[in-house]
Each structure stands twice: as structure tokens, then as C-alpha cells.
């Protein structure tokens, strides 16, 4: 059973940075993608960052451009998101997910079969 597991969110000033883990298990981390994804109050789940685990390329939804960068660390089956320049309209319930193989539209969320619990990200003014 493949497990996804966020860490890092909490509350943070306007301005202020945070950074997200989401550690992977029971699956092969490999020849994938991973992403990230959020849900704000009232608001339909976007994406916000995703990469593929079997190289660098990053891509990134247009609120994420500039501000935040995502990472992957294979060896440690962990996927990163470092959000700074938080905005209040950042706040949210960010969601790490894994895709089941290799897919163009990347931030598609449809793509992705697995998902974590999420975490919550508040930006204050």
C-alpha cells in the first residue's frame, strides 16, 4: 500500500517561508511523478508544483512560479516543497501525491492515483 506523508505545514506571517516533506513508502519511488496540490477554503484543489522522480524537471502552477521550488531527494523516497513569499492567499491544505507512472500533463490532479492526509498552511497579514 503506497503511503504519502506531509510534514512542515503550520502558520507563518505574510513574507515568511516554510517548507513541506512528504515522505513516501511501499512503493517504488522511481520513474513517477509527484506533485504537490492545495485546497483553499471554498476553492477547487490546484497544483502547485510537481516533478519527475527520474530527473530535475520542475514545473509549476502560476501561483508558484517565482516563489516556490520543488525537490526530491530519491534516496530518501522524500518529495520538498519550499514556499517563500508566502501570501495570505497561499493559505491552504496542501496535498502530496504520487502518480502510478509517467504522465505529460503533470499537474493535472487526475493523474495522480495516490494522495496524503494533507497539511495546513496558514499565512497571516
Known amino acids: 500500500q503506497v503511503q504519502l506523508m506531509e510534514s512542515g505545514g503550520g502558520s507563518v506571517q505574510s513574507g515568511g517561508s516554510l517548507r513541506l516533506s512528504c515522505a513516501v513508502s511501499?512503493?517504488?519511488?522511481?520513474?513517477?511523478?509527484m506533485g504537490w496540490f492545495r485546497q483553499a477554503p471554498g476553492k477547487q484543489r490546484e497544483g502547485v508544483a510537481a516533478?519527475?522522480?527520474?530527473?530535475?524537471?520542475?514545473y509549476y502552477g502560476d501561483s508558484a512560479k517565482g516563489r516556490f521550488t520543488i525537490a526530491h531527494d530519491n534516496a530518501k523516497n522524500t518529495l520538498y516543497l519550499q514556499m517563500n513569499r508566502l501570501k495570505p492567499e497561499d493559505t491552504a491544505v496542501y496535498y502530496c501525491?504520487?502518480?502510478?507512472?509517467?504522465?505529460?500533463?503533470?499537474?493535472?490532479?487526475?493523474?495522480?492515483?495516490?494522495w496524503g492526509q494533507g497539511i495546513r498552511v496558514t499565512v497571516s497579514s
Open positions: 516533478v519527475y522522480t527520474s530527473g530535475n524537471d520542475a
Open positions: 511501499g512503493h517504488s519511488y522511481s520513474s513517477r511523478c
Open positions: 501525491a504520487a502518480s502510478r507512472g509517467i504522465t505529460t500533463t503533470i499537474l493535472a490532479q487526475e493523474e495522480y492515483a495516490y
